[in-house]
């Protein structure tokens, strides 16, 4: 992703070892996106009610490779007129459903 100039913070790298709590805190104060395999988060914000994040794209595709993957996000951020600021996107490999964070009661 750095390749087309979005700014990637690795969660592993500088946040090793925080809680997923933690993690949504970060992306609803810094104004983050969270791009993640992890469902951890979809409980976390459905069932119990954590803090929602500025926006996270879960994906569900196998991860085959990394320039796989890299193809799917550089789709997902360029070539498509999704909003992620306030979503909760599922990224399937041949669809993408939006849930607004606003509608999880």
Do not use: C
């Not at 750095?2 to 070892?17: L, N």
């Not at 954590?50 to 796989?68: A, M, N, Q, T, W």
């Amino acid at each position: 992703m750095k390749r087309i100039r979005f700014k990637i913070i690795s969660v592993a790298e500088e946040y090793a070892g925080s809680k997923d709590e933690y993690i949504l805190e970060l992306s609803s104060k810094n104004k983050w996106i969270i791009i993640t395999f992890d469902k951890d988060f979809g409980e976390l914000i459905y069932k119990q009610k954590y803090e929602k994040p500025f926006g996270i794209i879960f994906l569900r595709v196998p991860p085959k490779s990394l320039d796989y993957i890299f193809h799917i996000m550089k789709w997902l951020l360029l070539q498509t007129n999704i909003s992620f600021e306030g979503n909760f996107l599922v990224v399937n490999e041949n669809k993408v459903r939006v849930i607004k964070l606003n509608d999880i009661t």
